[in-house]
T-cell receptor
Framework: GAVVSQHPSRVICKSGTSVKIECRSLDFQATTMFWYRQFPKKSLMLMATSNEGSKATYEQGVEKDKFLINHASLTLSTLTVTSAHPEDSSFYIC??????????FGPGTRLTVT | EDQVTQSPEALRLQEGESSSLNCSYTVSGLRGLFWYRQDPGKGPEFLFTLYSAGEEKEKERLKATLTKKESFLHITAPKPEDSATYLCAVSNTGNQFYFGTGTSLTVIP
């Protein structure tokens, strides 16, 4: 149980284009999903908290117009990196919560912006 | 302020050499303490949730314990495939999560 998927697992895009990453909870409903960014050999950096049917809450320093988050249903949240630049290249991980105090993570998405 | 500190930052063990990873925490009201395993290029994989002091959970060569101030992840007779980064996290009564920076474990054959 508690399986979270992400798609795509890897994506390469050109600078200036937008990329959408999907996060799905496969066997439970998730009122809340989280989006993290992880740099090489570093810990998870929380970007935003996404609640179904409402606007995402972004952490300080995260540009909400650049990282668009949509939590349209209890099993799907999307992160769109708009007008991507090489410095946006990173490993993006989502997590979903079957209850308010548990988190299960997706496998991550490696974004490379050329 | 709620926070989580993991030690050591890195640990190298010979295959079969048992050891423990530490997770010290300060939290206003503990809802749960979580251990995850993360392999390079992958998302964290859930291992255990502990809810109250004195609780213990086991899975294969791993055993997690919890006190009011810290948690230990004991690894018994580790194998090279146990090499990974182990993350600790807590959630509080406000449903906020705090992560440690992880312990990178390398098990040498």
């Amino acid at each position: 149980g508690a399986v979270v998927s992400q798609h795509p697992s890897r994506v390469i895009c050109k600078s200036g284009t937008s990329v959408k990453i999907e996060c799905r909870s496969l066997d439970f409903q998730a009122t809340t999903m989280f989006w993290y960014r992880q740099f090489p050999k570093k810990s998870l950096m929380l970007m935003a908290t996404s609640n179904e049917g409402s606007k995402a809450t972004y952490e300080q320093g995260v540009e909400k117009d650049k990282f668009l988050i949509n939590h349209a249903s209890l099993t799907l949240s999307t992160l769109t990196v708009t007008s991507a630049h090489p410095e946006d290249s990173s490993f993006y991980i989502c997590s979903a919560t079957p209850s308010p105090y548990e988190q299960y993570f997706g496998p991550g998405t490696r974004l490379t912006v050329t | 302020e709620d926070q989580v500190t993991q030690s050591p930052e890195a640990l190298r063990l010979q295959e079969g050499e048992s050891s423990s990873l530490n997770c010290s925490y300060t939290v206003s009201g503990l809802r749960g303490l979580f251990w995850y395993r993360q392999d390079p290029g992958k998302g964290p994989e859930f291992l255990f949730t502990l809810y109250s002091a004195g609780e213990e959970k086991e899975k294969e060569r791993l055993k997690a314990t919890l006190t009011k101030k810290e948690s230990f992840l004991h690894i018994t007779a580790p194998k090279p495939e146990d090499s990974a980064t182990y993350l600790c996290a807590v959630s509080n009564t406000g449903n906020q999560f705090y992560f440690g920076t992880g312990t990178s474990l390398t098990v040498i054959p």
